[in-house]
């Protein structure tokens, strides 16, 4: 088991299904990095107090020796220790609790404190009119004012409902620990399904911000994957193919940050790495 008192410079990567989580491109990409990463699970959040289970129903499938199994839903916190870098991450992969948010947060609070994390980063996804045909926005913000400005972050102006990210992202600054939110924007016509287009955004945005190595897997084949279905509900239907074209005007037409000379060095910079790292004899 993974001492969490001794770990490395952590970091917390957090996300949670429900209203935070359109097409499940939060929990896709945290599910991702478990998965890539080969991340530890080191607690279960009791679920008995926090979830509704007619709104939440527990599972039964087979478990790998074939033998059947019941899981309750719950919000899980595993441990990775990617190689290549100096500092381990806990992963956070959940649900948004129907109940007693507070309690809920404060036990992940407590993980937090536990593990000494230095840093918060809380994922969410929303739908939003965008079109399938151009890279997802992805947004960046943060309460916290040296983290703002040492990241180049966006301020936070939002104001209205927030989800358990919201309540978990402003707690973590009560207990000084400084919190960044990412938001990548679904198109809201093509929701159905879950996006790994989006994930992938997301992970881009984590490994500019945290200057962490992300491997990439077969995400990228999925988000292509996603993208020629897209493609082809566009073209079969002559309404929704209209009305991406409007949206891909007004995006055109916009100052786009995914064209800034910041970003393309930026990711010229990573795809150095990329290729550094797979190729260590090219010069």
Known sequence: MVDLANLRDPVVIAAFAGW??????????VDHLIEEWGAELVLEIDPEDYYDFQVNRPEVGFDENGERQLTWPTTRVYVAQPEDTDRDVLLVRGIEPNMRWRGFAQELLDV????NAQIIVVLGALLADSPHTRPIPVSATSTDEALSTAWSLEPSTYEGPTGITGVFAD???SLGVPAVSIWSAIP???AGSPCPKASLALLSKIEALLDLQIPEGELPEMARAWQRGADELS????????????LEEQR???DLPEASGDAIAAEFERY????????????
Do not use: Q
Not at 272 to 283: F, G, Q, S
């Open 171 to 173: 707690l973590c600054g």
């Open 252 to 254: 055109d037409t916009a």
């Open 272 to 283: 150095l790495r990329r290729r550094n790292k797979n190729h260590p004899d090219t010069p």
């Open 188 to 190: 809201h016509y093509i």
């Open 20 to 29: 935070n989580d359109a097409a499940e491109a939060a929990t896709g990409a």
């Open 235 to 246: 073209e079969e239907d002559p309404e929704v193919a209209e009305y991406v074209s409007s």
């Open 112 to 115: 937090v404190d536990e593990s």
